[in-house]
């Protein structure tokens, strides 16, 4: 199930054209055009109204919205007010951002934040910027995102602008949160909940209050949860906020797994109030296809028609809908899931197909260039923190510098206080000039040392990624082969082995070192998928040590696959003997773990006669990668060395090759 926390509100510059006070509902609305037919000049204050009646239609009538936007800056135009026109520039990027039309919303944004530099309104800018992070945050750009929402609390801080602060807290929460890091997240989206206690905004305090309860639901603490849902929600039905009571019954909805009933009724409820103000808008999209999913597992235990017919309704209008607006996240998650019914429906041909749609957009999304460059960001705003603080320091320090100077002339005509008052200056000088000496040395030093770290884990990562996409591209096309030749059985055990073995791909291909009990499993699911694709041509037999405790055990991802497939292509693909057999051993010392890989196969030597482009390429990039690897790993950790073997059988052990990797044990902490 999919839990959306985009509460990207976007920014209502009101306090850049000077409105104070602020209603909401129709009632509101009707009162502001009442208001709106007295004025009978065109001028600034009249302009003001409009922009207020376009407000308080945001979350009501959006084609509303959009009319009296259009009124408003083409009035502002008319009698060349810049301020108004900046803001109803930002008023319009987040309306079309809303309708999922992200990149009008750009525009708007960028011509909004061009006047407002013009005009120096620091505030407003601020509030470009963080409108501009949020589209690219629901485009699924975390990096830009986290990027201008520094920028802009940067700016926000330096005016003492807390309002502004604290939606950035909640935005910046919320790229924490959709990379799966909840303590920070947690963490921000306190400080705007405070932050907006302290302001007394009601409209803020019920974003927040649903965020902190979608980080609580995210980490499975439900009763932590309940209770800022339902503040949340209070809130915004006496807001008659209909988008955020929508967001906020759809993330209720997913605290009830256990009852699909309950759990669809507020799904139910959600869709209906998300279907009167924005049915495009990206928690509109998530909470359809959390009913298509919803239907979808209890297809699984009734088996009843009726329900896979409605979950096949909802999953594809959401993923529809995600097309229609480019929202590749909802696009992917939901592709896997109408993948998934598809599957156990029997429609095993538009199952890959969107299967392979889901796992392209997946591959693209959650790439680790993405969370490189945030924990980037992060740390460069860090740095850049302490470098203005230490910068103030030094202005302060100058100016005690200059009173001190300034009593040293009041009592000059005293020689024995000028020398000494000199001599103190001097000293002071070159201690200070020491300790800056030392400092830069020592932060060259730590950059050196965080550069080699990068580059040890950014060439892990590629050399990781590099081994992925040629074997799935291989299981993939035998299982479209079974499935044109009709053979939906062999096709489905397939599918399902690799599903299993993806997921645990891609879930450990987040990480350096995974559970060597996940690793063990991948390496069996990747052994049963050759058996299978090459007809069983050969057998293959795990064995380990029943004394190794694998769970406490970390490994580096897929090490040892290398060395399967290696025995696969160059030992078993070209013998033509019988009982051809490949046996994966798995031994302990007491600090070290031994990975042995045996077949008998036609050997080292013989295979080099069967040799072709493709086996030379998959050879070298396997078995190379597997020793950069190592020296990589090596070199990290120059106390505890892995090493790799790989010969020809002896006389007395047979035929075939033994591959030998060793590895020190690396225990998981508790």
């Given at each position: 199930?999919?839990?959306?926390?985009?509460?990207?509100?976007?920014?209502?510059?009101?306090?850049?054209?000077?409105?104070?006070?602020?209603?909401?509902?129709?009632?509101?609305?009707?009162?502001?055009?009442?208001?709106?037919?007295?004025?009978?000049?065109?001028?600034?204050?009249?302009?003001?109204?409009?922009?207020?009646?376009?407000?308080?239609?945001?979350?009501?009538?959006?084609?509303?919205?959009?009319?009296?936007?259009?009124?408003?800056?083409?009035?502002?135009?008319?009698?060349?007010?810049?301020?108004?026109?900046?803001?109803?520039?930002?008023?319009?990027?987040?309306?079309?951002?809303?309708?999922?039309?992200?990149?009008?919303?750009?525009?708007?944004?960028?011509?909004?934040?061009?006047?407002?530099?013009?005009?120096?309104?620091?505030?407003?800018?601020?509030?470009?910027?963080?409108?501009?992070?949020?589209?690219?945050?629901?485009?699924?750009?975390?990096?830009?995102?986290?990027?201008?929402?520094?920028?802009?609390?940067?700016?926000?801080?330096?005016?003492?602008?807390?309002?502004?602060?604290?939606?950035?807290?909640?935005?910046?929460?919320?790229?924490?949160?959709?990379?799966?890091?909840?303590?920070?997240?947690?963490?921000?989206?306190?400080?705007?909940?405070?932050?907006?206690?302290?302001?007394?905004?009601?409209?803020?305090?019920?974003?927040?209050?649903?965020?902190?309860?979608?980080?609580?639901?995210?980490?499975?603490?439900?009763?932590?949860?309940?209770?800022?849902?339902?503040?949340?929600?209070?809130?915004?039905?006496?807001?008659?906020?209909?988008?955020?009571?929508?967001?906020?019954?759809?993330?209720?909805?997913?605290?009830?797994?256990?009852?699909?009933?309950?759990?669809?009724?507020?799904?139910?409820?959600?869709?209906?109030?998300?279907?009167?103000?924005?049915?495009?808008?990206?928690?509109?999209?998530?909470?359809?296809?959390?009913?298509?999913?919803?239907?979808?597992?209890?297809?699984?235990?009734?088996?009843?028609?009726?329900?896979?017919?409605?979950?096949?309704?909802?999953?594809?209008?959401?993923?529809?809908?995600?097309?229609?607006?480019?929202?590749?996240?909802?696009?992917?998650?939901?592709?896997?899931?109408?993948?998934?019914?598809?599957?156990?429906?029997?429609?095993?041909?538009?199952?890959?197909?969107?299967?392979?749609?889901?796992?392209?957009?997946?591959?693209?999304?959650?790439?680790?260039?993405?969370?490189?460059?945030?924990?980037s960001l992060a740390a460069q705003y860090t740095f850049r923190k302490k470098e203005e603080t230490y910068k103030q320091q030094?202005?302060?320090?100058?100016?005690?510098?200059?009173?001190?100077?300034?009593?040293?002339?009041?009592?000059?005509?005293?020689?024995?206080?000028?020398?000494?008052?000199?001599?103190?200056?001097?000293?002071?000088?070159?201690?200070?000039?020491?300790?800056?000496?030392?400092?830069?040395?020592?932060?060259?030093?730590?950059?050196?040392?965080?550069?080699?770290?990068?580059?040890?884990?950014?060439?892990?990562?590629?050399?990781?990624?590099?081994?992925?996409?040629?074997?799935?591209?291989?299981?993939?096309?035998?299982?479209?082969?079974?499935?044109?030749?009709?053979?939906?059985?062999?096709?489905?055990?397939?599918?399902?082995?690799?599903?299993?073995?993806?997921?645990?791909?891609?879930?450990?291909?987040?990480?350096?070192?995974?559970?060597?009990?996940?690793?063990?499993?991948?390496?069996?699911?990747?052994?049963?998928?050759?058996?299978?694709?090459?007809?069983?041509?050969?057998?293959?037999?795990?064995?380990?040590?029943?004394?190794?405790?694998?769970?406490?055990?970390?490994?580096?991802?897929?090490?040892?696959?290398?060395?399967?497939?290696?025995?696969?292509?160059?030992?078993?693909?070209?013998?033509?003997?019988?009982?051809?057999?490949?046996?994966?051993?798995?031994?302990?010392?007491?600090?070290?773990?031994?990975?042995?890989?045996?077949d008998n196969g036609i050997g080292i030597d013989e295979a080099e006669k069967f040799k072709t482009f493709s086996a030379i390429?998959?050879?070298?990039?396997?078995?190379?990668?597997?020793?950069?690897?190592?020296?990589?790993?090596?070199?990290?950790?120059?106390?505890?060395?892995?090493?790799?073997?790989?010969?020809?059988?002896?006389?007395?052990?047979?035929?075939?090759?033994?591959?030998?990797?060793?590895?020190?044990?690396?225990?998981?902490?508790?």
């Amino acid at each position: 199930m999919k839990l959306s926390i985009i509460i990207l509100i976007p920014l209502l510059l009101i306090s850049a054209i000077e409105v104070n006070g602020q209603k909401h509902g129709l009632k509101a609305i009707d009162s502001m055009k009442a208001v709106l037919k007295t004025y009978k000049t065109l001028d600034s204050a009249r302009i003001k109204i409009t922009y207020r009646i376009s407000d308080a239609y945001r979350n009501i009538d959006t084609d509303s919205a959009m009319r009296y936007a259009e009124q408003g800056l083409a009035s502002a135009k008319k009698i060349n007010w810049p301020r108004g026109i900046a803001a109803f520039y930002d008023h319009l990027g987040s309306l079309y951002s809303n309708n999922g039309s992200y990149e009008k919303a750009i525009q708007y944004y960028k011509a909004s934040l061009k006047i407002n530099k013009s005009i120096a309104n620091k505030r407003a800018e601020a509030g470009n910027i963080i409108n501009i992070g949020s589209v690219y945050q629901r485009q699924g750009d975390d990096a830009r995102a986290l990027e201008n929402s520094f920028k802009a609390l940067a700016i926000t801080q330096a005016i003492d602008d807390k309002g502004y602060t604290a939606l950035l807290y909640g935005n910046i929460s919320d790229v924490y949160f959709s990379q799966e890091n909840f303590k920070i997240a947690l963490s921000y989206s306190l400080k705007a909940f405070r932050t907006y206690e302290q302001l007394n905004d009601l409209s803020g305090l019920a974003r927040s209050a649903d965020r902190i309860g979608s980080v609580y639901l995210a980490t499975k603490k439900l009763k932590e949860a309940e209770p800022y849902f339902q503040q949340s929600l209070k809130h915004y039905k006496e807001l008659d906020d209909k988008m955020g009571q929508a967001k906020t019954l759809s993330h209720i909805a997913l605290m009830h797994e256990g009852n699909a009933n309950q759990k669809l009724e507020y799904l139910t409820m959600a869709q209906q109030l998300f279907d009167e103000t924005n049915p495009l808008h990206p928690n509109s999209i998530t909470n359809l296809g959390n009913i298509g999913t919803t239907y979808t597992r209890l297809f699984f235990k009734t088996k009843d028609p009726r329900t896979a017919q409605k979950a096949t309704f909802y999953l594809k209008k959401a993923v529809a809908a995600s097309k229609q607006v480019g929202d590749r996240d909802n696009l992917g998650y939901f592709s896997g899931e109408l993948a998934l019914l598809q599957e156990n429906n029997g429609q095993y041909q538009d199952a890959l197909l969107n299967y392979k749609k889901s796992r392209q957009i997946s591959d693209s999304l959650y790439s680790q260039e993405s969370k490189n460059k945030i924990a980037s960001l992060a740390a460069q705003y860090t740095f850049r923190k302490k470098e203005e603080t230490y910068k103030q320091q030094q202005q302060v320090s100058k100016l005690q510098m200059r009173q001190v100077y300034l009593y040293g002339a009041l009592v000059i005509i005293l020689v024995s206080s000028i020398l000494i008052f000199l001599l103190n200056r001097s000293r002071i000088r070159h201690l200070r000039l020491k300790n800056e000496v030392q400092k830069k040395q020592a932060e060259e030093q730590n950059k050196e040392l965080i550069n080699r770290n990068k580059l040890s884990e950014s060439e892990l990562k590629a050399i990781r990624a590099q081994m992925n996409p040629h074997f799935i591209f291989n299981v993939l096309n035998s299982i479209e082969s079974y499935i044109v030749e009709n053979d939906s059985k062999t096709a489905s055990r397939l599918v399902q082995k690799f599903a299993s073995l993806s997921r645990l791909i891609l879930e450990n291909s987040t990480q350096s070192m995974v559970s060597a009990d996940r690793e063990w499993k991948a390496l069996q699911l990747y052994a049963e998928l050759e058996v299978m694709r090459f007809n069983k041509q050969f057998s293959c037999s795990f064995h380990a040590d029943p004394s190794i405790d694998l769970s406490r055990i970390l490994l580096p991802p897929m090490l040892v696959q290398p060395l399967i497939e290696n025995a696969i292509h160059h030992g078993m693909r070209n013998s033509t003997a019988e009982n051809n057999a490949i046996t994966i051993s798995l031994e302990q010392t007491e600090s070290i773990l031994l990975f042995t890989v045996e077949d008998n196969g036609i050997g080292i030597d013989e295979a080099e006669k069967f040799k072709t482009f493709s086996a030379i390429k998959s050879k070298s990039i396997g078995l190379s990668s597997i020793k950069e690897r190592i020296e990589i790993f090596n070199v990290m950790n120059p106390e505890h060395r892995a090493q790799f073997e790989l010969r020809n059988k002896r006389t007395s052990e047979g035929r075939g090759t033994i591959a030998k990797l060793t590895l020190p044990k690396v225990f998981r902490e508790n």
